[in-house]
């Protein structure tokens, strides 16, 4: 017993890049746009933030600066395929291998150097509730923004008038421009939303989960948060529980260890991924709840007459 | 006066052609302007990183033996993609192809028998084949998305090649280094030419090529795997059954990222490491694109991208810029295909006003 | 005649055209076109498919821009931005491709037309005040994907009476109607015209516009080849205007009907999508030398129906279709092609036919099995024989067999596909939607063709919404409504109206077996032959 705060505790630490990239890609995709490129955004988000803390001192201005470089290296993936017309699927791959080898080049003058922790909170009053509390409300200050995200991305989609406007851009982006939204602003908007968000999800892994700068980091977290999307059937709060299982499959391995379990440790670190391959056909198998719930227009080019 | 791209009546053939060096073109550009923010001299970099990895032989087998897997994978690939058949996870095919080959060395280690290097490509085959089955079949019965589960597979295929060279095939004389025995004579390819490193594994991959062009272009199942790529209902309208295109597309690309991983074992590597690959897999995705999923392309795209893996090395050595360079370089390329792509099917014209005529009167 | 009618009665039109281009890089949409109507005037666009009628009532609403020309709104000029402008003037479109969100509810549909942003509450209640005042009853919490196509067109309407239009544009409102909703239709827009506002009636149907409209301007080309009064016009005269020459009609002659060769025995199946409509218990039997035709509003199951035929779908009950002689319930596309099975999809490019491969390749996509595949190998020169017989024969205007199908306009396309299936020599030959967006003289052109090969033998199943179509080449006709067959009766012993009540799955027998029914033809038809 004693031992379950901590897991569930370090399974919401590990959790929040995957929640802030899956929200962000959430709104993307609602809007219509399928931007694989999240693994690259997050690792030039990881090494901006890392970078930007290195040498300002400043955690925060390091995950602003995460968020910025997403926003970026989303807006050369808006580019090519809302004003360009390439197609998505090819963008989504180049954008991330353009974010493996840039990060990857960028981070190399940073692969030894540390950064000072900091950001954990305690709520006052809320993380003495028993079991909750510790788990909860002792976690870092990007976590409880992570909330606030979440909280953010629901009202916005299902009780804002903007929301619902995206929402009918995904399903029919044809319609909406008939009626006379501006379709491809809009999704502009939500793409570079989702770029932000895999910044800051990856600035959060870099700077504040790990803390440091590995070529490689993200592992496929972002590939991870994409496949978490289609299991939510694109609904936030099913991202949220989604992001924290796979956090908590994540830190399987440290605890296996610490519990005495002798399991390869290799078959541990493959764990997440062999968990989203299982996610993936659970979920995939009724071909009318991806149908009912997909936005239609998802991937496929839109061209204004 | 604004710009906005209109609609070609008919795609254009000329930059159909063009656009690969237009992307190529402007990928060295956009290199000259990277160099010379780094503080480095622009031409002398150019020179380093393109000119002085092949100035001798030495140099251009290198370039040849690097640019052989990419060809081999980027036509296996390119097979999948006419289909609309995306197979990311080459990298996890080329590994488990370089695990299985390796297996068939290691059983027959010390063996004199001309029938091992045979039975290695025919494991590696195998191999990479078993690995991209299963983003087929889960596509099939389950309509799972296969570049999630290809690419996921990826990342289980490296933690199996680590544990293989951390444990049971670690070699007990290896001073506890991860690596499996070094291969024996009868398991490693047959060298091309003497004092070079260029081997057999070079006419595999233009053989390859060559049976790609005819397959693609002139069978009848290559002609399906086209229309399934481009229209979905006209292939299902045509009673070509959708389920043999992903097959056909997956298995393909397996085995062939699967020989091109026994070729590493058997080739520059000699054992199995802990990495048997820079990134071909992923960089076999770029010379499909670039060379328009056309064997003559990707033959033309893959030296290009070896070049670039020889450049980033030799800027490491000689400018002191991180080899990671070459990954930035490759993406670069993708994405100023993909831009110029689009002027195949839009052209740019000036958003001005039509002048206003005079009105006029209808006849009856 | 003059193209306005403002110097002789003194009052200003509601809306104005002078002179509006559009060009397009491959088309001329619209050339010089002039137009005007005063306010409570029912005008007519008339014009065949491609004429240019939609592009101009884009132009109009805000869609589109023009590239010369201009409009005047109450007499005065206008740049009209964009749609919520066009609907800040008091400018409504009914579009004929519904620009509905199926997975949200009326209520949430209507309140993304308006401008602001309205209480979804209220809205509701106004939208059922609206609804029951013009005669179009819908329930505004509903999903819009549950809704019948009539439904939606209702939904459509109301959006745009909610703002209180002026001028209405209606694109091709009738092609999804029964006949009997189409008259209900004509009684909300005399309703609305009696109250001041202009109605802009597109349409290519001779006689709806001659029952409805006191003002036409025809188009051909992209260009107005003439104004007239509607009922002072014969059809004869109209369709002159509308295509430049008289309107060509098939030879249809008697049927002498055969063996059957396709037989649909208690067809039952549930829909693969979560929004399409079951079969049930569908009894349908076509033989040698017939034309059987199938008459329905779209959506009410003729692609399930049509995909259980062509083997697209494959139905776990192999008894149930029966080609030939053959059960073939559980067999694929290609295997009921070898039976002698030939099909005419509904949708051209992207299922008929691959818009980026030439023609020469879409010959292969269905025709592989002439001898055309040697040795897995392709036989290039000889496919291209192939499509080079079917653009001679059936007048294909393109480039050449290395055209690609995307080049093609939409009647020549058609001719191709016909062409291609036609010169296979099918047994069996099923074709959905037959000249639908396709101009007269290819239209008239296909229908022969069509008789043609039931002349030579072939049983002949014929998918449609045009019911004069229908009425022109069937032997036998029947109507599918909701997932349901009705009866197939001879073509000279039923009328429009009867169909028309049939269209709303009232036929005799409907609740009881069609099974009884059909035998019963069953054993007429073998007391004739």
């Given at each position: 017993?004693?031992?379950?705060?901590?897991?569930?505790?370090?399974?919401?630490?590990?959790g929040?890049?995957?929640?802030?990239?899956?929200?962000?890609?959430?709104?993307?995709?609602?809007?219509?746009?399928?931007?694989?490129?999240?693994?690259?955004?997050?690792?030039?988000?990881?090494?901006?933030?890392?970078?930007?803390?290195?040498t300002?001192?400043?955690?925060?201005?390091?995950?602003?600066?995460?968020?910025?470089a997403?926003?970026?290296?989303?807006?050369?993936?808006?580019?090519?395929?809302l004003?360009?017309?390439?197609?998505?699927?090819?963008?989504?791959?180049?954008?991330?291998?353009?974010?493996?080898?840039?990060?990857?080049?960028?981070g190399k003058?940073?692969?030894?150097?540390?950064?000072?922790?900091?950001?954990?909170?305690?709520?006052?009053?809320?993380?003495?509730?028993?079991?909750?509390?510790?788990?909860?409300?002792?976690?870092?200050?990007?976590?409880?923004?992570?909330?606030?995200?979440?909280?953010g991305?629901?009202?916005?989609?299902?009780?804002?008038?903007?929301?619902?406007v995206?929402?009918?851009?995904?399903e029919?982006?044809?319609?909406?421009?008939?009626?006379?939204y501006?379709?491809?602003?809009?999704?502009?908007?939500?793409?570079?939303?989702?770029?932000?968000?895999?910044?800051?999800?990856g600035?959060?892994?870099?700077?504040?989960?790990?803390p440091?700068?590995?070529?490689?980091?993200?592992?496929?977290?972002?590939?991870?948060?994409?496949?978490?999307?289609v299991?939510?059937?694109?609904?936030?709060?099913?991202?949220?529980?989604?992001?924290?299982?796979?956090?908590?499959?994540?830190?399987?391995?440290?605890f296996?260890?610490?519990?005495?379990?002798?399991?390869?440790?290799?078959?541990?670190?493959?764990?997440?991924?062999?968990?989203?391959?299982?996610?993936?056909?659970?979920?995939?198998?009724?071909?009318?709840?991806?149908?009912?719930?997909?936005p239609?227009?998802?991937?496929?080019?839109?061209?204004?007459? | 006066?604004?710009?906005?791209?209109?609609?070609?009546?008919?795609?254009?053939?000329?930059?159909?052609?063009?656009?690969p060096?237009?992307a190529?073109?402007?990928?060295?550009?956009?290199?000259?302007?990277?160099?010379?923010?780094?503080?480095?001299?622009?031409?002398?970099?150019?020179?380093?990183?393109?000119?002085?990895?092949?100035?001798?032989?030495?140099?251009?087998?290198?370039?040849?033996?690097?640019?052989?897997?990419?060809?081999?994978?980027?036509?296996?690939?390119?097979?999948?993609?006419?289909?609309?058949v995306?197979?990311?996870?080459?990298?996890?095919?080329?590994?488990?192809?370089?695990?299985?080959?390796?297996?068939?060395?290691?059983?027959?280690?010390?063996s004199?028998?001309?029938?091992?290097?045979?039975?290695?490509?025919?494991?590696?085959?195998?191999?990479?084949?078993?690995?991209?089955?299963?983003?087929?079949?889960?596509?099939?019965?389950?309509?799972?998305?296969?570049?999630?589960?290809?690419?996921?597979?990826?990342?289980?295929a490296?933690?199996?090649?680590?544990?293989?060279?951390?444990?049971?095939?670690?070699?007990?004389?290896?001073?506890?280094?991860?690596?499996?025995?070094?291969?024996?004579?009868?398991?490693?390819?047959?060298?091309?030419?003497?004092?070079?490193?260029?081997?057999?594994?070079?006419?595999?991959?233009?053989?390859?090529v060559?049976?790609?062009?005819?397959?693609?272009?002139?069978?009848?199942?290559?002609?399906?795997?086209?229309v399934?790529?481009?229209?979905g209902?006209?292939?299902?309208?045509?009673?070509?059954?959708?389920?043999?295109?992903?097959?056909?597309?997956?298995?393909?690309?397996?085995?062939c990222?699967?020989?091109?991983g026994?070729?590493?074992?058997?080739?520059?590597?000699?054992?199995?490491?802990?990495?048997?690959?820079?990134?071909?897999g992923?960089?076999?995705?770029?010379?499909?694109?670039?060379?328009?999923?056309?064997p003559?392309?990707?033959?033309?795209?893959?030296?290009?991208?070896s070049?670039?893996?020889?450049?980033?090395?030799?800027?490491?050595?000689?400018l002191?810029?991180?080899?990671?360079?070459?990954?930035?370089?490759?993406?670069?390329?993708?994405?100023?295909?993909?831009g110029?792509?689009?002027?195949?099917?839009?052209r740019?014209?000036?958003?001005?006003?039509?002048?206003v005529p005079?009105?006029?009167?209808?006849?009856? | 005649?003059?193209?306005?009618?403002?110097?002789?009665?003194?009052?200003?039109?509601?809306?104005?055209?002078?002179?509006?281009?559009?060009?397009?890089?491959?088309?001329?949409?619209?050339?010089?076109?002039?137009?005007?109507?005063?306010?409570?005037?029912?005008?007519?666009?008339?014009?065949?498919?491609?004429?240019?009628?939609?592009?101009?009532?884009k132009?109009?609403?805000?869609?589109?821009?023009?590239?010369?020309?201009?409009?005047?709104?109450?007499?005065?000029?206008?740049?009209?931005?964009?749609?919520?402008?066009?609907?800040?003037?008091?400018?409504?479109?009914?579009?004929?491709?519904?620009?509905?969100?199926?997975?949200?509810?009326?209520?949430?549909?209507?309140?993304?037309?308006?401008?602001?942003?309205?209480?979804?509450?209220?809205?509701?209640?106004?939208?059922?005040?609206?609804?029951e005042?013009?005669?179009?009853?819908?329930?505004?919490?509903?999903?819009?994907?549950?809704?019948?196509?009539?439904?939606r067109?209702?939904?459509?309407?109301?959006?745009?009476?909610l703002?209180?239009?002026?001028?209405?544009?209606?694109?091709?409102?009738?092609?999804?109607?029964?006949?009997?909703?189409?008259?209900?239709?004509?009684?909300?827009?005399?309703?609305?015209?009696?109250?001041?506002?202009?109605?802009?009636?597109?349409?290519h149907?001779?006689?709806?516009?001659?029952?409805?409209?006191?003002?036409a301007?025809?188009?051909?080309?992209?260009?107005?080849?003439?104004?007239?009064?509607?009922?002072?016009?014969?059809?004869?005269?109209?369709?002159?205007?509308?295509?430049?020459?008289?309107?060509p009609?098939?030879?249809?002659?008697?049927?002498?009907?055969?063996?059957?060769?396709?037989?649909?025995?208690?067809?039952?199946?549930?829909?693969?999508?979560p929004?399409?409509?079951?079969?049930?218990?569908?009894?349908?039997?076509v033989?040698?030398?017939?034309?059987?035709?199938?008459?329905?509003?779209?959506?009410?199951?003729?692609?399930?129906?049509?995909?259980?035929?062509?083997?697209?779908?494959?139905?776990?009950?192999?008894?149930?279709?029966?080609?030939?002689?053959?059960?073939?319930?559980?067999l694929?596309?290609?295997?009921?092609?070898?039976?002698?099975?030939?099909?005419?999809?509904?949708?051209?490019?992207?299922?008929?036919?691959?818009?980026?491969?030439?023609?020469?390749?879409?010959?292969?996509?269905?025709?592989?099995?002439?001898?055309?595949?040697?040795?897995?190998?392709?036989?290039?020169?000889?496919?291209?024989r192939?499509?080079?017989?079917?653009?001679?024969?059936?007048?294909?205007?393109?480039?050449?067999p290395?055209?690609?199908?995307?080049?093609?306009?939409?009647?020549?396309?058609?001719?191709?596909?016909?062409?291609?299936?036609?010169?296979?020599?099918?047994?069996?030959?099923?074709?959905?939607?037959?000249?639908?967006?396709?101009?007269?003289?290819?239209?008239?052109?296909?229908?022969?063709?069509?008789?043609?090969?039931?002349?030579?033998?072939?049983?002949?199943?014929?998918?449609?919404?045009?019911?004069?179509?229908l009425?022109?080449?069937?032997?036998?006709?029947?109507?599918?409504?909701?997932?349901?067959?009705?009866?197939?009766?001879?073509?000279?012993?039923?009328?429009?109206?009867?169909?028309?009540?049939?269209?709303?799955?009232?036929?005799?027998?409907?609740?009881?077996?069609?099974?009884?029914t059909?035998?019963?033809?069953?054993?007429?038809?073998?007391?004739?032959?």
């Open positions: 017993m004693d031992n379950i705060i901590p897991i569930l505790a370090a399974a919401i630490a590990a929040t890049p995957l929640v802030f990239a899956a929200l962000g890609e959430l709104v993307t995709e609602k809007s219509g746009v399928l931007n694989l490129g999240v693994e690259g955004m997050m690792l030039v988000g990881a090494i901006a933030g890392f970078a930007t803390a290195a300002t001192g400043n955690l925060w201005l390091g995950a602003l600066a995460g968020m910025a997403g926003a970026a290296m989303a807006s050369i993936f808006a580019l090519l395929t004003n360009l017309m390439a197609n998505q699927v090819a963008s989504g791959l180049a954008l991330t291998l353009f974010g493996v080898g840039l990060s990857a080049f960028i003058p940073f692969e030894s150097v540390s950064l000072i922790k900091g950001g954990t909170f305690d709520i006052p009053l809320l993380s003495q509730i028993p079991l909750l509390g510790p788990v909860l409300f002792r976690q870092h200050v990007l976590v409880y923004v992570s909330w606030l995200v979440f909280g991305v629901c009202w916005f989609l299902y009780r804002s008038r903007a929301g619902l995206l929402r009918s851009i995904g029919s982006p044809d319609s909406a421009h008939a009626i006379g501006p379709v491809i602003r809009i999704r502009w908007l939500a793409t570079l939303f989702g770029g932000a968000m895999a910044g800051l999800g600035a959060h892994l870099s700077e504040f989960y790990a440091m700068w590995v070529e490689g980091m993200v592992a496929g977290r972002g590939w991870i948060a994409l496949a978490l999307v299991f939510a059937t694109w609904r936030p709060a099913r991202v949220m529980l989604g992001a924290y299982l796979f956090g908590g499959v994540t830190i399987a391995q440290f296996a260890q610490g519990a005495g379990i002798d399991v390869t440790a290799q078959l541990l670190s493959a764990l997440p991924y062999l968990a989203t391959i299982v996610v993936l056909v659970i979920i995939s198998r009724n071909v009318n709840t991806i149908r009912l719930n997909s239609v227009s998802l991937g496929r080019s839109y061209r204004p007459d | 006066m604004r710009l906005r791209l209109e609609a070609r009546p008919e795609p254009s053939r000329l930059m159909g052609i063009l656009s060096l237009l190529a073109a402007l990928t060295i550009v956009a290199g000259f302007v990277l160099f010379s923010a780094l503080g480095k001299n622009p031409l002398q970099a150019f020179y380093t990183f393109f000119i002085y990895p092949i100035r001798d032989i030495n140099g251009l087998t290198e370039m040849l033996l690097k640019a052989s897997p990419l060809m081999l994978i980027g036509i296996g690939l390119a097979c999948g993609y006419r289909a609309n995306w197979n990311i996870g080459a990298e996890g095919q080329l590994i488990l192809g370089a695990i299985f080959a390796s297996g068939v060395a290691l059983a027959y280690h010390g004199e028998s001309r029938l091992v290097l045979p039975a290695m490509f025919v494991a590696g085959a195998v191999g990479g084949m078993l690995w991209a089955a299963i983003p087929a079949f889960l596509r099939v019965r389950f309509n799972t998305n296969e570049i999630l589960v290809s690419l996921m597979l990826v990342y289980v490296s933690f199996l090649l680590s544990w293989l060279v951390h444990e049971p095939w670690r070699d007990p004389e290896g001073f506890n280094f991860p690596q499996s025995k070094q291969f024996t004579d009868s398991a490693l390819y047959p060298i091309l030419i003497e004092g070079t490193r260029l081997n057999v594994g070079f006419l595999i991959a233009l053989v390859a060559a049976l790609g062009y005819v397959f693609l272009n002139r069978s009848f199942l290559g002609f399906q795997l086209q399934a790529g481009l229209a209902a006209a292939a299902k309208y045509a009673g070509f059954r959708a389920s043999r295109m992903v097959w056909l597309g997956m298995l393909v690309g397996g085995a990222a699967g020989i091109a026994m070729g590493e074992v058997a080739g520059p590597i000699g054992q199995l490491l802990p990495s048997v690959s820079p990134g071909y992923f960089a076999a995705i770029i010379v499909a694109f670039v060379g328009r999923l056309h003559i392309g990707i033959m033309l795209a893959s030296l290009l991208m070049l670039l893996y020889l450049g980033g090395e030799a800027a490491q050595m000689g002191n810029l991180p080899s990671a360079i070459t990954g930035l370089f490759q993406g670069m390329l993708l994405f100023f295909l993909l110029s792509d689009v002027f195949i099917n839009y740019i014209k000036s958003a001005r006003a039509v002048p005079a009105p006029k009167m209808a006849a009856t | 005649m003059n193209a306005t009618t403002a110097g002789t009665t003194g009052v200003v039109p509601r809306i104005e055209l002078r002179g509006i281009t559009k060009i397009y890089p491959s088309v001329v949409a619209n050339r010089d076109v002039t137009l005007s109507a005063l306010p409570g005037e029912i005008h007519a666009v008339l014009g065949e498919n491609g004429a240019g009628k939609s592009t101009l009532m132009i109009i609403y805000g869609v589109v821009k023009r590239d010369a020309g201009e409009m005047l709104w109450q007499g005065k000029p206008v740049e009209v931005a964009n749609p919520a402008h066009a609907r800040d003037l008091g400018i409504g479109m009914v579009f004929q491709h519904f620009s509905l969100f199926d997975t949200l509810t009326v209520v949430e549909n209507v309140a993304l037309a308006l401008p602001g942003k309205p209480a979804l509450g209220p809205l509701a209640k106004r939208i059922v005040e609206v609804s005042r013009y005669g179009l009853p819908v329930d505004p919490r509903r999903l819009v994907h549950s809704l019948s196509v009539g439904e067109q209702r939904v459509e309407i109301i959006r745009c009476l703002v209180d239009p002026k001028l209405l544009i209606m694109d091709e409102p009738t092609s999804v109607l029964t006949p009997q909703a189409v008259r209900k239709l004509f009684e909300t827009l005399r309703k609305l015209s009696g109250e001041g506002c202009t109605i802009l009636y597109i349409s149907k001779l006689d709806e516009i001659q029952e409805l409209c006191t003002h301007t025809v188009l051909r080309g992209g260009e107005v080849t003439g104004h007239c009064d509607p009922r002072n016009e014969t059809p004869q005269s109209m369709a002159r205007m509308m295509i430049g020459k008289d309107l009609h098939p030879q249809h002659g008697a049927a002498t009907p055969g063996v059957a060769r396709l037989t649909l025995a208690g067809l039952a199946r549930k829909s693969p999508d929004f399409g409509v079951d079969l049930d218990d569908i009894h349908l039997t033989h040698a030398g017939e034309i059987v035709g199938i008459a329905g509003v779209s959506g009410n199951g003729q692609q399930e129906l049509l995909a259980a035929i062509s083997g697209e779908e494959r139905i776990g009950n192999r008894r149930q279709v029966v080609l030939c002689g053959v059960e073939a319930g559980r694929g596309a290609a295997r009921r092609r070898k039976l002698g099975l030939c099909f005419v999809p509904e949708e051209r490019l992207g299922r008929g036919a691959v818009p980026d491969m030439s023609l020469a390749d879409n010959a292969l996509l269905t025709a592989h099995r002439r001898g055309f595949v040697k040795g897995g190998m392709i036989r290039f020169k000889a496919i291209a192939f499509a080079k017989t079917c653009i001679d024969q059936y007048t294909v205007k393109c480039s050449g290395q055209a690609e199908a995307k080049s093609l306009s939409g009647g020549n396309l058609q001719k191709f596909i016909v062409g291609r299936e036609i010169l296979q020599q099918p047994t069996v030959f099923v074709v959905a939607q037959p000249t639908w967006g396709v101009d007269v003289g290819a239209a008239a052109f296909i229908r022969q063709k069509i008789i043609d090969l039931r002349n030579d033998g072939a049983a002949i199943l014929v998918v449609s919404e045009e019911l004069d179509e009425f022109e080449v069937s032997d036998r006709l029947a109507v599918i409504a909701k997932g349901r067959l009705s009866p197939a009766k001879p073509i000279r012993e039923t009328n429009v109206e009867e169909i028309g009540v049939w269209m709303s799955g009232m036929w005799p027998g409907a609740n009881g077996s069609a099974r009884a059909e035998r019963q033809d069953e054993e007429r038809h073998a007391a004739q032959a």
